[in-house]
């Protein structure tokens, strides 16, 4: 396993700032608003020869009434828990606070490496005064840093190397299965993760949006090697106000075009929503294997027809998703959960499928045979040949003399008899029609 380095502190002191930073991206959400990032959010980062996964965590309040403040606190202490070496943002402005002092003694007692980062000590030229304030945190020499302008964060990576356990052959992920779950806000996509885990690794309220950043967690059980990405409940643009919601928008599509499966959760109450049309919408123009979860099955009054009537509901609304499994589930009993893992390895193998030309091409000419190309005016639609392309969606060529010909009612019956000879369940297909000797996409 890679080493990994949490980043803590009290809320605004700059921590997802210095995330974004230390991984070269703006995974993070930066606002200047106090508790921000709520859930603890992963990068891989390289330094010194080293490969490493930093952690940003929500900021700790070492005293708080606040419901969404302690869960912060807690999230941030699973990930000292997990830490090699942990990361104290202090900030240079404020001071050393008696939240600081706290904070400190919590980290002492966890008995792990503690870096402190004195932050926001942005000029150039002679250190700061203040900064020898902080040594009364008893966690050693103060490292002076800017996250906005990068200053110090040689430094301070060089520390947090020191303190890594001997470089040892570190298992790569490319072979973990990357799984996103998305849906509306409130439908239990961060209680199915904390059931498949079995700890409350992802926080859980009532409180609709709750979870704002997409957030990785690896994974490793019997069937296989997965990360998986819990993202913000995604609302009608309409409804999406303040510019931290617009950010967790982002974040949502971002984790469906960087994974591999899409786990599009359904509220088995609500049945499927407009909202609903739009989350599986945007995993289908991804091109991203999918898998149907009608989550909350337990609260359902059931008969001998609930099921097969729910998924017909299913398959009248979520036209355009034929092709995706439909799995019943119950985060809080646990019904079904296994079987996610199962289907989701399925449906990712489906959407990696090479067939070889000759066979696509014995289709193709068997298809034909039975229905008859298009014709218009007089000129006959006529394919010549059909080639795979690519895989995550299946993607394959169709050269023809005329594209405007194709019409889509005949690449639609072609799709079928793809799928009805090859299966490719789960995974939208792509058909590309080029008129031969043609190099563009028409």
């Not at 002092?101 to 402190?116: D, F, I, N, T, Y």
């Not at 997965?226 to 931290?244: H, N, Q």
């Not at 949502?252 to 739009?278: N, W, Y």
């Not at 299966?423 to 297909?429: A, F, N």
Request: charged share 30%; proline share 4%; with cysteine.
């Amino acid at each position: 396993m890679r080493p990994l380095v949490a980043i803590v502190g009290r809320p605004n002191v700059g921590k997802s700032l210095l995330f974004n930073r230390l991984a070269g991206q703006r995974l993070s959400i930066v606002e200047d608003t106090p508790g921000v990032t709520r859930d603890r959010l992963y990068a891989k980062c390289e330094w010194a020869g080293r490969t490493f996964d930093i952690v940003d965590t929500g900021g700790i309040e070492p005293s708080t009434d606040s419901e969404i403040l302690t869960f912060m606190r807690e999230q941030a202490l699973i990930a000292i828990e997990s830490a090699c070496v942990i990361i104290f943002v202090c900030d240079i402005k404020s001071g050393v606070t008696a939240s600081d002092h706290e904070v400190a003694e919590m980290l002492q007692r966890s008995g792990k490496p503690v870096v402190l980062a004195v932050n926001k000590m942005d000029s150039t030229g002679p250190v700061d005064p203040d900064i020898y304030e902080f040594y009364g945190l008893g966690l050693g020499d103060p490292i002076a840093l800017s996250a906005v302008h990068g200053h110090g964060t040689g430094d301070l990576l060089d520390e947090c190397v020191r303190h890594f356990p001997p470089a040892e052959e570190e298992k790569e992920d490319a072979d973990a299965v990357k799984i996103a779950f998305i849906g509306k806000p409130n439908v239990g996509k961060s209680s199915i993760i904390n059931r498949i885990l079995g700890e409350e690794r992802v926080i859980v309220s009532d409180v609709a949006g709750t979870t704002r950043d997409a957030v990785d967690t690896p994974f490793e059980n019997s069937y296989g090697r997965y990360v998986l990405i819990d993202t913000a409940g995604m609302r009608r643009k309409s409804r999406v106000e303040d510019r931290i919601e617009k950010f967790s928008v982002m974040r949502a599509q971002l984790a469906i075009e960087r994974c591999d499966v899409c786990l599009i959760m359904i509220d088995a109450r609500d049945g499927v929503t407009e909202q609903d049309t739009k989350v599986a919408g945007m995993a289908h123009e991804a091109g991203r294997a999918s898998v149907i979860l009608v989550n909350k099955w337990d609260l359902v009054e059931k008969d001998g027809r609930t099921m097969d009537k729910m998924r017909q509901d299913i398959r009248r609304d979520l036209a355009f998703m034929s092709y995706a499994p439909i799995l019943f589930v119950s985060a809080l009993t646990g019904q079904r959960v296994e079987r996610i893992f199962e289907l989701a390895n399925y449906v990712n193998d489906q959407a990696n499928m090479r067939i070889t030309t000759g066979l696509l091409n014995n289709v193709l000419a068997d298809a034909q045979a039975r229905v008859q190309p298009p014709s218009d005016k007089g000129r006959r639609l006529k394919i010549f040949y059909m080639t795979q392309v690519g895989v995550k969606p299946p993607t394959f060529v169709i050269f023809c003399n005329d594209a405007e010909l194709f019409h889509f009612s005949y690449q639609r019956y072609l799709e079928n008899q793809i799928r009805s000879t090859f299966g490719l369940e789960g995974t939208p297909v792509r058909l590309v029609i080029r008129e031969r000797g043609d190099r563009e996409e028409k």
